[in-house]
């Protein structure tokens, strides 16, 4: 009987975890890279927090022979093209014009059309929704309400 509780679940388990996790609705994850807001893993519980601290430095010893690069994280979210003002086109390539008929027209970093700008989007600069560090613990839903 105790035995059964450490079975694995039916299926083949995968070889990428990290990867199939990234790939699925995961906030916070792009092609490249995982982002973990500062302020909220700091409000999680302290043996999250340890284990967390754990799997992080373990990241940092394996790989810490790459020379790494400062990031700086751009809150954004995607938006289509023809939804985007002068503003939110630039920052993300774009720009937008009136052809000779009077008409608007959204033109590429190469300054090619964009043929269908209502089904074209892009990642554009947000307000981050996310509270900074400075803010004190951030509050996490409660425990029944997660799965």
């Known amino acids: 009987m105790i035995g059964d ?6 299926g083949v388990a995968s070889a990428n975890p990290a990867r199939d996790y990234a790939d699925g609705p995961c906030p916070g994850a792009s092609p490249d890279y995982l982002v973990v807001p500062r302020s909220l893993a700091q409000s999680m519980p302290l043996r999250w927090q340890q284990v967390f601290v754990g ?17 700086q994280v751009i809150p954004s979210r995607y938006e289509l093209l ?12 774009y720009v937008a014009d009136v052809d ?4 608007l027209v959204i033109r590429d970093d190469h300054e090619r ?8 989007g892009a990642l554009v600069p947000v307000d981050d929704p996310i509270p900074g560090p400075d803010t004190g613990r951030v509050e996490p839903r409660a425990a ?3 799965i």
């Open 82 to 93: 023809a939804d985007m003002d002068e503003g939110q086109l630039a920052a993300a390539g």
């Open 144 to 146: 029944d309400d997660r």
């Open 113 to 120: 059309p964009v043929i269908h700008p209502h089904s074209v």
């Open 55 to 71: 799997l992080l430095a373990d990241l940092h010893d394996a790989y810490g022979h790459l020379e790494w690069p400062q990031y």
């Open 5 to 10: 509780m450490f079975e694995e679940p039916p």
């Open 100 to 103: 000779e008929d009077g008409q």
